[in-house]
Nanobody, 115 residues
């Protein structure tokens, strides 16, 4: 059974950093485009950052220059380094794996940016 497990969320002060990780099992990880989404209370889930199987990346404008997505295909892991965090980054962050053969989601990890 495919599993995506996020970790690394928590409470951080504005201007701080967090590193989210998503570990995948039972998929050919290197063949999947991996994406981080987030959903704030009362808002729709939206794309944060994505990395394709060949390493190409894309970011929503609001996180460009602050967040970095990376993948380790040997470890079946995708990471999201988040720097200069702002209160508006507060949300549940979800990991997604997608390709022609499947579309999988993790359970999410809470990120709260507050003083």
């Amino acid at each position: 059974q495919v599993q995506l497990v996020e970790s690394g969320g928590g409470l951080v002060q504005p201007g701080g950093s967090l590193r989210l990780s998503c570990s995948a099992s039972e998929i050919m990880f290197s063949h999947y485009t991996m994406t981080w989404y987030r959903q704030a209370p009362g808002k729709q889930r939206g794309l944060v950052a994505t990395i394709t199987s060949d390493g190409s990346t894309n970011y929503v404008d609001s996180v460009k220059g602050r967040f970095t997505i990376s993948r380790d295909d040997a470890e079946n892991t995708v990471n999201l380094q988040m720097n200069s965090l702002k209160p508006e980054d507060t949300a549940v962050y979800y990991c997604n794996a997608v390709n022609f053969f499947g579309d999988y989601w993790g359970q999410g990890t809470q990120v709260t940016v507050s003083s």
